[in-house]
T-cell receptor
Framework: DAGITQSPRHKVTETGTPVTLRCHQT?????MYWYRQDPGHGLRLIHY???????DKGEVSDGYSVSRSKTEDFLLTLESATSSQTSVYFC????????????FGEGSRLTVL | GEDVEQSLFLSVREGDSSVINCTYT??????LYWYKQEPGAGLQLLTY?????DMKQDQRLTVLLNKKDKHLSLRIADTQTGDSAIYFC??????????????FGRGTQLTVWP
């Protein structure tokens, strides 16, 4: 299994509070991604990173920000959580030169009350 | 934008073959993938096919690609109860630096009855 660790794995918070999810990899892969998974929607890309300090928006980036200060860590921040951000969040990694496949973490389940 | 469609549910009896279908709209897709997700877990890559191939076989798995119709299928032979999971079709567009940025279907829940 790819060395990807997400934390926390489960979190319950209240509307309006800030939340940070962490993804840590030990594979030294260049690309890192944050997806959210919701029933009926599959996986949707929030943000991705193609190197340290290099990030870009995905399809559903509103309300989220990211940071990547080290190759191994990719942080997803919800500045002011809303109930619509209740979801399961997956981090994924990939490496250029491969066939593009993503390796996924175990997911972080976030509930916003 | 890219659009990947799959049926949401499939039920089969143990020992039968399962066929999960997927259609996509991006004609520039380079790689197409099948991922499996078991309850409470992340997605795991099952197999992939390059866009210039028609078929790929890997043990019990057969992937068929009809590029003209933009149709991808996954056949699982001799389906077992352990194959019960959600199966996601995904594709990546042919745009250099975005290789690895995948677009996923909504997933097909496969239920295998003993």
């Amino acid at each position: 299994d790819a060395g990807i660790t997400q934390s926390p794995r489960h979190k319950v918070t209240e509307t309006g509070t800030p939340v940070t999810l962490r993804c840590h990899q030990t594979e030294n892969h260049r690309y890192m991604y944050w997806y959210r998974q919701d029933p009926g929607h599959g996986l949707r890309l929030i943000h991705y990173s193609y190197g340290v300090k290099d990030t870009d928006k995905g399809e559903v980036s509103d309300g989220y920000s990211v940071s990547r200060s080290k190759t191994e860590d990719f942080l997803l921040t919800l500045e002011s959580a809303t109930s619509s951000q209740t979801s399961v969040y997956f981090c994924a990694i990939s490496e250029i030169g491969n066939t593009g496949e993503l390796f996924f973490g175990e997911g972080s389940r976030l509930t916003v009350l | 934008g890219e659009d990947v469609e799959q049926s949401l549910f499939l039920s089969v009896r143990e020992g039968d073959s399962s066929v999960i279908n997927c259609t996509y709209t991006d004609s520039s897709s380079t790689y197409l993938y099948w991922y499996k997700q078991e309850p409470g877990a992340g997605l795991q890559l099952l197999t992939y096919i390059f866009s210039n191939m028609d078929m790929k076989q890997d043990q019990r798995l057969t992937v068929l690609l009809n590029k003209k119709d933009k149709h991808l299928s996954l056949r699982i032979a001799d389906t077992q109860t352990g194959d019960s999971a959600i199966y996601f079709c995904a594709e990546t567009p042919d745009r250099g630096s975005t290789l690895g940025r995948l677009y996923f279907g909504r997933g097909t829940q496969l239920t295998v009855w003993p």
